[in-house]
């Protein structure tokens, strides 16, 4: 079946300008992630979604950063006012749940952002 | 300190080879183990998750040890294929990734 799907792919923008970054999680998953990765290090959490709400968004940055899953499947990782700190790849994952061997989590091809 | 440490290496290796990682975790309380394969400008994918018992898959096997707070993975008989950089990933509530091992296995 389908995996994880992202758009855009890549994304420049200016400093200063709002952008928006979306995530298609494999049908019939409930837990939805969003990560940042910058090159030569690993995937940095900055949220989780179970459903709905957000589990967990002790990672997001600071209030610039926002993401929401209105309907429980597709999700949008918002960036108000982004800095050239904001530029790196956005990887988005999900698994079927959250224990007993439905954590596994499968990652789309990320969102490269970069911002001027 | 970090969650998860892990030599960055680079690993460079001969095609036959027997190749090692290790990774450490800060979090004695951590639930859950794996590593994941990136390659190059593409996503991690699960390449196994580790159990206290040890797990083989093929020509990889997964140790975990609680008691000294690592994992890690044996890469037998490399592959060019093999060549990638290898995620140690640790679940205490959220995931912790680490920054990753590179391996390079050359002909």
């Known amino acids: 079946g389908a995996g994880v799907s992202q758009t855009p792919s890549n994304k420049v923008t200016e400093k200063g300008k709002y952008v928006e970054l979306r995530c298609d999680p494999i049908?019939?998953?409930?837990?939805l992630y969003w990560y940042r990765q910058s090159l030569g290090q690993g995937p940095e959490f900055l949220i989780y979604?179970?459903?709905?709400?957000?589990?967990?968004d002790s990672g997001l940055p600071n209030d610039r950063f926002f993401a929401v899953r209105p309907e429980g499947s597709v999700s949008t990782l918002k960036i108000q006012r982004t800095e050239r700190g904001d530029s790196a790849v956005y990887l988005c994952?999900?698994?079927?749940?959250?224990?007993?061997?439905?954590?596994?989590?499968?990652f789309g091809p990320g969102t490269r952002l970069l911002v001027l | 300190r970090k969650e998860v440490e892990q030599d960055p290496g680079p690993f460079n290796v001969p095609e036959g080879a027997t190749v090692a990682f290790n990774c450490t975790y800060s979090?004695?309380?951590?639930?859950?183990f794996f590593w994941y394969r990136q390659d190059c400008r593409k996503e991690p994918k699960l390449l196994m998750s580790v159990y206290s018992s040890g797990n083989e898959d093929g020509r990889f096997t997964a140790q975990l040890n609680r008691a000294s707070q690592y994992i890690s993975l044996l890469i037998r008989d490399s592959k060019l294929s093999d060549s990638a950089t290898y995620l140690c990933v640790v679940r205490f509530n959220k995931f912790y990734f680490g920054s990753g091992t590179k391996l390079n296995v050359k002909p």
């Open positions: 049908s019939g998953h409930t837990a």
């Open positions: 979604f179970q459903g709905t709400g957000a589990a967990d």
């Open positions: 994952a999900s698994s079927p749940g959250l224990a007993g061997g439905q954590e596994t989590q499968y």
């Open positions: 979090n004695s309380a951590s639930q859950s």
